[in-house]
């Protein structure tokens, strides 16, 4: 079965500091992988995707991932955080087999950053 | 392009009621997607429509939830009679084609009191 772990439900860190939100997956086949960011009463925000292409991919307000299949890791990785970027993040698997296009969420990771 | 639509944005109803959730995704895309996160818990797939066609509907808790999606333009979902557990935010999603991504709604906050 597919699953999607986010190891950390809070994280917090210091503006200009790195950010580090971990994500690791389980999938039988090579699964298509997301970040999305959820502001407050926002929709859900796409910052990135990993579709079988280059494993290090870039997104959006200088966010980006690298897909791991030795360690079935995705994390997302910004190099100094802005008040801006608090909010909540979710990392997301579509699985290979299928055609429905049906994600599977983590929990999601709350991103708090301080002044 | 407009965004995904849904509407209302909150709802409060008491247990027994019906509502009705309304969800307008982007013009032209087929592709149309419920989700819903229950307080505390992730974000868990609902049903996927093609066009008006229902694609998937494992996710649908029980019976007396009903989507329908008529004309494949906007897609409703029903939740008749309501029940406690029901409460929660109701996201709807569309897409072209799912490797461009998917469009996420703001979300409805359902209450049921």
């Known amino acids: 079965a597919q699953s999607v772990t986010q190891l950390d439900s809070h994280v917090s860190v210091s503006e200009g500091t790195p950010v580090l939100l971990r994500c690791n997956y389980s999938?039988?086949?090579?699964?298509?992988l997301f970040w999305y960011v959820q502001h407050p009463n926002k929709g859900l925000q796409l910052l990135l995707k990993?579709?079988?292409?280059?494993?290090l991919v870039k997104g959006i307000n200088g966010f980006e991932a690298e897909f791991k299949k030795s360690e079935t890791s995705f994390h997302l990785t910004k190099p100094s955080a802005h008040m801006s970027d608090a909010a909540e993040y979710f990392c997301?698997?579509?699985?290979?087999?299928?055609?429905?296009?049906?994600?599977?969420f983590g929990q999601g990771t709350t991103l708090q950053v301080k002044p | 392009e407009a965004g995904v639509t849904q509407f209302p944005s909150h709802s409060v109803i008491e247990k027994g009621q019906t509502v009705t959730l309304r969800c307008d995704p982007i013009?032209?895309?087929?592709?149309l997607y419920w989700y819903r996160r229950v307080m505390g818990k992730e974000i868990k797939f609902l049903l996927h429509?093609?066009?008006?066609?229902?694609?998937?509907e494992s996710g649908m808790p029980n019976n007396r939830f009903l989507a329908e999606r008529t004309g494949g333009t906007y897609s409703t979902l029903k939740v008749q009679p309501a029940e406690l557990e029901d409460s929660g935010v109701y996201f709807c999603?569309?897409?072209?084609?799912?490797?461009?991504?998917?469009?996420f709604g703001s979300g409805t906050r359902l209450t049921v009191v």
């Open positions: 429509f093609v066009k008006e066609s229902k694609q998937d």
């Open positions: 990993y579709t079988s292409a280059a494993t």
């Open positions: 999938s039988s086949y090579s699964p298509s």
């Open positions: 997301v698997v579509r699985p290979a087999s299928g055609n429905t296009g049906k994600l599977i």
């Open positions: 999603a569309s897409s072209q084609d799912w490797s461009y991504g998917y469009t």
């Open positions: 013009s032209g895309h087929d592709n």
